[in-house]
């Protein structure tokens, strides 16, 4: 499976933006990126996914670099809400077998006043 | 609404015996996973299904059985064989394609004592 890196940590004050990045230099072409978010106790929530361009949601952005070798989740204004772990997972386009996620330890996001 | 249901949300068994845990989705999803995650770390991938009366081993099946009789249920038996049982234990579904994201249950926390 693909891997990526994703810091351990990072801090954001409430309403401001928070770039999470991502790196995953050994992506394939046929690969899509995702990424979940999981509150204490809860599961994982998906935030957003994509291939090449870059994408929009409710929730968040995702800026995917040219090279596709990294990527980078924004959320716009954070808020109390927002502090969760991050996932940045990839997932084959072909699906199958090879379709299923696999997770690393993902970034924690501290949001403070 | 549609969703993907997990219970027990708590669980306590006696160590040897064997215990079941219910995820039940009504999402008409193909594929329906088993994930495993223990303090601070990642989530860890069990046994997954893609079509009914079929299912595969995940990254640390050993221990664990499953079954896949309808399209609707995945439920999870922890047998005696599963070494250090207590944990939290995550049920998913998705389309069988990468282009969509998985749901999420909200889990069961089975202490084994």
């Known amino acids: 499976d693909a891997k990526t890196t994703q810091p351990n940590s990072m801090e954001s004050n409430e309403e401001e933006p928070v770039h999470l990045p991502c790196n995953h230099s050994?992506?394939?072409?046929?690969?899509?990126i995702h990424w979940y978010r999981q509150l204490p106790s809860q599961g994982p929530e998906y935030v957003i996914h994509g291939l090449t361009s870059n994408v929009n949601n409710r929730m968040a952005s995702l800026a995917i670099a040219e090279d596709r070798k990294s990527s980078t989740l924004i959320l716009h204004r954070a808020t109390l809400r927002d502090a969760a772990v991050y996932y940045c997972?990839?997932?084959?386009?072909?699906?199958?077998?090879?379709?299923?996620?696999?997770f690393g330890t993902g970034t924690r996001l501290q949001v403070t006043l | 609404d549609g969703g993907i249901t997990q219970s027990p949300k708590y669980l306590f068994r006696k160590e040897g015996q064997n215990v079941t845990l219910s995820c039940e989705q009504n999402?008409?999803?193909?594929?329906m996973y088993w994930y495993r995650q223990d303090p601070g770390q990642g989530l860890r991938l069990i046994y997954y299904s893609q079509i009914v009366n079929d299912f595969q081993k995940g990254d640390i099946a050993e221990g664990y059985s499953v079954s896949r009789e309808k399209k609707e249920s995945f439920p999870l038996t922890v047998t005696s064989a599963q070494k250090n049982p207590t944990a939290f234990y995550l049920c998913?579904?998705?389309?069988?394609?990468?282009?969509?994201?998985?749901?999420f249950g909200s889990g069961t926390r089975l202490t084994v004592v």
């Open positions: 998913a579904s998705s389309m069988d394609r990468s282009s969509y994201g998985y749901t």
């Open positions: 997972i990839l997932r084959d386009v072909w699906g199958g077998t090879a379709s299923k996620l696999t």
């Open positions: 050994t992506i394939s072409g046929t690969d899509y």
């Open positions: 999402l008409n999803h193909d594929a």
